[in-house]
């Protein structure tokens, strides 16, 4: 059965680093849409990155374009955002998801609730001030 498991949260001061994890099983991740979003206290979801192996595309939020990377592990099937350069804006609970399909990746997420099949159960990020 389909799995995402993310790891990696904590608090880290604000200038710092993270790198959260998610571990796929049940489907190949290689050949999905793969994609990290966040949500803030009383905020909406917000997409973060996506990356889309297959293809050799991937997306970032204007807000985390520079500072942050997504990146897959093939051989672990596990997807990973190495955060730098943390602000207090960044402080969110961070999910990643998986869509069966490439059109996300490609042309851009449009509803991630409807587009992403997929969700892990979320992993927190604190950054301090």
């Known amino acids: 059965q389909v799995q995402l498991v993310e790891s990696g949260g904590g608090s880290v001061q604000a200038g710092g680093s993270l790198r959260v994890s998610c571990a796929a099983s049940?489907?190949?991740?290689?050949?999905?849409?793969m994609g990290w979003f966040r949500q803030a206290q009383g905020q909406d979801r917000e997409t973060v990155a996506t990356?889309?192996?297959?293809?050799?595309?991937?997306y970032y939020a204007n807000s985390v374009k520079g500072r942050f990377t997504i990146s897959q592990d093939n051989a672990k099937n596990t997807l990973y955002l190495q955060m730098n350069t943390l602000t207090p804006e960044d402080t969110a609970t961070y999910y990643c998801?998986?869509?069966?399909?490439?059109?996300?990746?490609?042309?851009?997420?449009?509803?991630?609730?409807?587009?992403?099949?997929?969700w892990g159960q979320g992993t927190q990020v604190t950054v301090a001030s």
């Open positions: 049940g489907f190949t991740a290689v050949t999905y849409c």
């Open positions: 998801a998986a869509s069966p399909l490439s059109l996300p990746c490609i042309h851009g997420v449009l509803n991630p609730s409807a587009e992403f099949a997929y």
């Open positions: 990356i889309y192996t297959a293809g050799d595309t991937t």
